[in-house]
Nanobody
Framework: QVQLEESGGGLVQAGGSLRLSCTASGRTFRRYAVGWFRRVPGKEREFVAGISSNGAITNYADSVKGRFTISRDNAKNTVDLQMNSLKTEDTAVYYC????????????WGQGTQVTVSS
């Protein structure tokens, strides 16, 4: 089993940057694909970015492609999301998730961290 905890959220002005971190417990973390999702109240959860267990494959939502970068360090049990050129529409609660099969079908979720982008 894996436990996930996000950090790094906060308030930033449009055009600025934030770096989110997902720290996982469990020795099997390296076997999991990990991704970031975000949700705004009243709207559906949105996939943001994902990375394969070995870091060889990454995927991004079209809305963040070219602005966000996902990375992982299996030795440290961490996955980061570097967010640049932030837009007000990026405002959401960001969740880290992990899956043994597909990041689109997560097995574990973190509690979330708030990202607010001001205009």
């Amino acid at each position: 089993q894996v436990q996930l905890e996000e950090s790094g959220g906060g308030l930033v002005q449009a055009g600025g940057s934030l770096r989110l971190s997902c720290t996982a417990s469990g020795r099997t973390f390296r076997r999991y694909a990990v991704g970031w999702f975000r949700r705004v109240p009243g709207k559906e959860r949105e996939f943001v970015a994902g990375i394969s267990s070995n870091g060889a494959i990454t995927n991004y939502a079209d809305s963040v492609k070219g602005r966000f970068t996902i990375s992982r360090d299996n030795a440290k049990n961490t996955v980061d999301l570097q967010m640049n050129s932030l837009k007000t529409e990026d405002t959401a609660v960001y969740y880290c998730a992990a899956s043994l099969v597909s990041i689109q079908r997560p097995d574990y979720w973190g509690q979330g961290t708030q990202v607010t982008v001001s205009s």
